[in-house]
């Protein structure tokens, strides 16, 4: 494994121990030739996944981008990182197991959002707004209307935002 620090090839393992959930093993390492110190995780990998972007573009999947993203909807709420990590290895699982080698960026989207929302509302209205590319605050009031499970129309004039 690479240090991070200075680059060097040769890192030694001081400790391996499960994670939290027992999805990954958990690795504290040490440079001898800088002595930096830094942690790994393992997983496994069932296959190798690609994404199909809306523009036809294909990428190999990236975990870690899968968790940034959830990460960026989260931050600053009062969620447990446990609770992150497992709905992060939930989609995961729930991607490597549909048999597809080619999954639509669409159906990432959807299944963090459905993650989000049971996580946390306003992270999965944070998400949705970038995810769906909203453009003007209706589109906020709709979703805020579906969250809540009232159409947004039927509320009273009261309630609603100014058109």
Do not use: W
Request: include cysteine; charge should be neutral.
């Amino acid at each position: 494994m690479r240090c991070p620090y200075c680059g060097g090839l040769e890192t030694q393992v001081k400790d391996s121990r499960p994670s939290d959930d027992h999805s990954a093993i958990r690795r504290r390492r040490v440079c001898p030739d800088c002595g930096g110190r830094f942690t790994t995780f393992e997983r496994v990998q069932l296959r190798e996944l690609t994404v199909v972007k809306r523009s036809g573009r294909r990428i190999p999947f990236d975990r870690d981008k899968l968790q940034r993203s959830v990460e960026v909807a989260l931050r600053k709420r009062p969620v447990d990182a446990e609770r992150i990590e497992r709905m992060v290895n939930g989609i995961v699982r729930q991607l490597e197991s549909s048999g597809e080698v080619e999954i639509s960026s669409e159906q990432i989207g959807e299944l963090v959002m459905e993650g989000l929302k049971g996580l946390d509302d306003v992270a999965y209205v944070r998400f949705a707004s970038v995810y769906r590319n909203f453009r003007e605050a209706k589109d906020f009031e709709d979703l805020l209307g579906e969250l809540s499970g009232e159409d947004p129309e039927s509320a009273p004039a009261s309630t609603r935002a100014p058109s």
